[in-house]
């Protein structure tokens, strides 16, 4: 037989499917909320990106897939912004019923509608491949289409949660740290290789108790008996079931069909429990869905240039590199989950907020690879307050801008820390993430026009540089409709864009429900978030006043609108808010683009807030 036509039978195999080649400047791998950050952020800053996403949809353990609740930074003025709070503003809006399949469509209409980026759904990453040490592509196969997919990047960005770029050979944590190794006195004496568990969550409908009918539990369910430590505790109200956790002393990611199975056994029988009780107590609730696939908490994490300690988050974490802020409680959950016979969490008390530094983003050995998510590198204390949602969220932002970075100076994410910090930094706050002990800095523009407004002379409070609520002062201009702000200079000047934040109530819980009411509620919009807008500018200072842009149902919080008009004076109409009563409040309005390079101004810390929830009380995640 001719050489050239001999082929081996993985060959054949392999050859039997249509093969995909994709070019991009950033692959994000993961579509969890910090993934679909982490692809917003990277796109939205030029880089052409694509988003590989194992699942049929998107959120991760935020999708109507799992269905757990984002929970973030304690404290009413500490709340999460950013690429985040956009999106569940957006979920208000189209989703006023906060209907699970609905926030899927919402997540997923954001990286549809995002210009630069390229969504792969349904596609799991299964290989890699390597060029001098660096990341060159990742190989995926495409469940539904049947194909190979290759994506070719200079960035990579790890959102996948179980850290499947661990295949370029990163150095990696897993499991629990030994008291020693980083002086933590939460962790345990030694070190071990057991972690937080999976939980499969469910979610119950209040309905009439005469209705009731006895739940009939399959075969295979467990019967949680009377004397087990958890029976008497056992409710329908007032939680997402986030304590329905085993796997923590296997293996959550190889042993996770065996711990789904284990989950599902358990799931219905805690249910079959609750609804059956002699007492009534689920006499009026219905079970209206029950998970099929566990959420996790822990697994692999990689090694980074730097790690994140308990120790630090105990103590504020006020790094000059923080790229980002943390404020749950740290939130350990016992290995043996569900069968410990303690309490199923224990919660050690953590500042919220406190300041989370640029190292623990990317890999100390493979020079373009980026994490976010809860596989950042952390120890497993640490990771257990940084594991929530909304912080994985701003993680992901971070990630993203500072990946796109790395493309525009053609550099890789040593480099951007040592070197671009803080243009990284003015970035994520110019995009709605917070930073801790800084103001954002102003453009020139903003700094140098007179201020003014309709609704009060006190205005200054627009460029304070603080764009939320801080330790009593709202820094915030209170405006109603047909109020204006007005920003004007001695000569003409180029305008290039106009940057607006309001007030959308970030004290305000946006997250999704544990449990469905028996009517039908719908949630509202920020009363103080303005609706509708008009932007006019001046040419000269004797001319008339021209309308330039109408803004209709805006329903974000940061909005920044591009202009390229040249004028002596702009000037911001307020026509409506989202409510005829109350007060329509302005953080920010500013003109032009700050000195990217400028280093951050320092502000005080904010008055640290602790949540010393009590053991399996209160949410949990």
Same mark, same amino acid.
């Given at each position: 037989?001719?050489?050239?036509?001999?082929?081996?039978?993985?060959?054949?195999?392999?050859?039997?499917?249509?093969? #995909?080649?994709?070019?991009?400047? +950033?692959? %994000? +791998?993961?579509?969890?909320?910090?993934?679909?950050?982490?692809?917003?952020?990277?796109?939205?800053?030029?880089?052409? =990106?694509?988003?590989?996403?194992?699942?049929?949809?998107?959120?991760?353990?935020?999708?109507?897939?799992?269905?757990?609740?984002?929970?973030?930074?304690?404290?009413?003025?500490?709340? #999460?912004?950013?690429?985040? #709070?956009?999106?569940?503003?957006?979920?208000?809006?189209?989703?006023?019923?906060?209907?699970?399949?609905?926030?899927?469509?919402?997540?997923?209409?954001?990286?549809?509608?995002?210009?630069?980026?390229?969504?792969?759904?349904?596609?799991?990453?299964?290989?890699?491949?390597?060029?001098?040490?660096?990341?060159?592509?990742?190989?995926?196969?495409?469940?539904?289409?049947?194909?190979?997919?290759? %994506? =070719?990047?200079?960035?990579?960005?790890?959102?996948?949660?179980?850290?499947?770029?661990? *295949?370029?050979?990163?150095?990696?944590?897993?499991?629990?740290?030994?008291?020693?190794?980083?002086?933590?006195?939460?962790?345990?004496?030694?070190?071990?290789?057991?972690?937080?568990?999976?939980?499969?969550?469910?979610?119950?409908?209040?309905?009439?108790?005469?209705?009731?009918?006895?739940?009939?539990?399959?075969?295979?369910?467990?019967?949680?008996?009377?004397?087990?430590?958890?029976?008497?505790?056992?409710?329908?109200?007032?939680?997402?079931?986030?304590?329905?956790?085993?796997?923590?002393?296997?293996?959550?990611?190889?042993?996770?069909?065996?711990?789904?199975?284990?989950?599902?056994?358990?799931?219905?029988?805690?249910?079959?429990?609750?609804?059956?009780?002699?007492?009534? $107590?689920?006499?009026?609730?219905?079970?209206?869905? %029950?998970?099929?696939?566990?959420?996790?908490?822990?697994?692999?994490?990689? +090694?980074?240039?730097?790690?994140?300690?308990?120790?630090?988050?105990?103590?504020?974490?006020?790094?000059?590199?923080?790229?980002?802020?943390?404020?749950?409680?740290?939130?350990?959950?016992?290995?043996?989950?569900?069968?410990?016979?303690?309490?199923?969490?224990?919660?050690?008390?953590?500042?919220?907020?406190?300041?989370?530094? &640029?190292?623990?983003?990317?890999?100390?050995?493979?020079?373009?690879?980026?994490?976010?998510?809860?596989?950042?590198? *952390? =120890?497993?204390?640490?990771?257990?307050?940084?594991? +929530?949602?909304? =912080?994985?969220?701003?993680?992901?932002?971070?990630?993203?801008?500072?990946?796109?970075?790395?493309?525009?100076?053609?550099?890789?994410?040593?480099?951007?820390?040592?070197?671009?910090?803080?243009?990284?930094?003015?970035?994520?706050?110019?995009?709605?993430?917070?930073?801790?002990?800084?103001?954002?800095?102003?453009?020139?523009?903003?700094?140098?026009?007179?201020?003014?407004?309709? &609704?009060?002379?006190?205005?200054?409070?627009?460029?304070?540089?603080?764009?939320?609520?801080?330790?009593?002062?709202?820094?915030?201009?209170?405006?109603?409709?047909?109020?204006?702000?007005?920003?004007?200079?001695?000569?003409?000047?180029?305008?290039?864009?106009?940057?607006?934040?309001?007030?959308?109530?970030?004290?305000?819980?946006?997250?999704?429900?544990?449990?469905?009411?028996?009517?039908?509620?719908?949630?509202?919009?920020?009363?103080?978030?303005? $609706?509708?807008?008009?932007?006019?500018?001046?040419?000269?200072?004797?001319?008339?006043?021209?309308?330039?842009?109408?803004?209709?149902?805006?329903?974000?919080?940061?909005?920044?609108?591009?202009?390229?008009?040249?004028?002596?004076?702009?000037?911001?109409?307020?026509?409506?808010?989202?409510? #005829?009563?109350?007060?329509?409040?302005?953080?920010?309005?500013?003109?032009?683009?700050?000195?990217?390079?400028?280093?951050?101004?320092?502000?005080?810390?904010?008055?640290?807030?602790?949540?010393?929830?009590?053991?399996?009380?209160?949410?949990?995640?």
């Amino acid at each position: 037989m001719n050489e050239s036509l001999r082929c081996t039978s993985e060959q054949i195999s392999e050859n039997a499917f249509p093969h #995909e080649q994709h070019d991009a400047d +950033v692959c %994000v +791998v993961g579509g969890g909320m910090a993934g679909i950050c982490a692809a917003l952020a990277a796109a939205r800053a030029g880089a052409r =990106t694509v988003l590989i996403q194992d699942r049929s949809m998107l959120g991760g353990n935020a999708s109507s897939e799992i269905r757990m609740w984002i929970c973030g930074a304690h404290g009413p003025d500490y709340k #999460e912004g950013g690429i985040l #709070e956009e999106l569940q503003l957006a979920n208000i809006l189209h989703n006023p019923g906060l209907q699970y399949s609905l926030w899927d469509a919402v997540l997923y209409d954001a990286v549809r509608r995002c210009d630069g980026l390229q969504t792969i759904l349904s596609c799991t990453v299964c290989g890699v491949a390597m060029d001098q040490g660096r990341l060159q592509s990742v190989r995926a196969w495409h469940l539904t289409r049947q194909c190979w997919i290759t %994506v =070719t990047a200079q960035q990579f960005i790890d959102c996948s949660g179980d850290s499947v770029l661990r *295949a370029s050979g990163a150095a990696m944590r897993r499991g629990r740290e030994g008291r020693d190794e980083f002086q933590e006195s939460l962790a345990p004496e030694k070190a071990d290789r057991q972690t937080m568990g999976n939980s499969i969550l469910l979610q119950l409908r209040r309905s009439n108790p005469s209705h009731h009918r006895p739940f009939r539990a399959p075969p295979w369910a467990r019967e949680i008996a009377p004397d087990h430590p958890r029976y008497a505790h056992l409710t329908p109200s007032g939680h997402n079931f986030w304590w329905l956790e085993l796997g923590g002393q296997d293996d959550t990611v190889g042993q996770a069909d065996a711990i789904r199975d284990e989950l599902m056994a358990l799931a219905l029988g805690v249910w079959a429990t609750i609804k059956n009780h002699p007492d009534g $107590r689920g006499h009026g609730w219905k079970l209206e869905w %029950v998970g099929s696939l566990p959420g996790k908490r822990e697994s692999f994490r990689y +090694v980074g240039a730097h790690t994140l300690t308990e120790h630090e988050v105990a103590s504020g974490g006020n790094f000059p590199d923080r790229i980002a802020y943390g404020g749950w409680s740290m939130d350990d959950h016992p290995p043996g989950g569900f069968d410990h016979r303690g309490d199923p969490t224990q919660f050690h008390a953590a500042p919220s907020p406190y300041g989370i530094p &640029a190292g623990i983003l990317y890999s100390s050995q493979v020079p373009n690879l980026w994490c976010a998510g809860r596989n950042i590198s *952390a =120890t497993h204390m640490a990771l257990s307050s940084t594991r +929530v949602m909304a =912080t994985c969220a701003m993680l992901g932002q971070a990630a993203g801008n500072g990946a796109a970075l790395a493309v525009a100076a053609a550099c890789d994410a040593a480099e951007v820390h040592t070197k671009q910090l803080h243009r990284w930094q003015n970035i994520l706050m110019d995009s709605d993430q917070w930073l801790p002990g800084f103001t954002k800095a102003l453009p020139g523009l903003t700094q140098t026009a007179q201020l003014s407004s309709s &609704a009060s002379d006190e205005c200054e409070v627009l460029r304070d540089g603080i764009e939320r609520r801080l330790d009593g002062h709202r820094h915030a201009l209170d405006c109603q409709a047909g109020d204006w702000v007005e920003l004007r200079w001695d000569s003409p000047q180029d305008l290039q864009r106009l940057r607006v934040v309001g007030d959308s109530q970030l004290h305000r819980p946006k997250r999704m429900p544990c449990s469905r009411p028996d009517d039908d509620h719908h949630e509202a919009m920020p009363a103080p978030l303005w $609706r509708h807008a008009r932007i006019c500018i001046q040419e000269d200072p004797q001319g008339s006043w021209h309308t330039i842009a109408e803004i209709c149902d805006n329903s974000q919080r940061c909005r920044i609108v591009p202009l390229r008009r040249r004028a002596c004076a702009l000037r911001f109409h307020i026509l409506a808010g989202w409510t #005829e009563e109350g007060p329509i409040r302005l953080h920010a309005l500013e003109v032009g683009e700050p000195d990217w390079d400028q280093a951050p101004q320092p502000c005080p810390w904010p008055e640290p807030f602790y949540q010393h929830g009590k053991p399996g009380r209160g949410p949990a995640a």
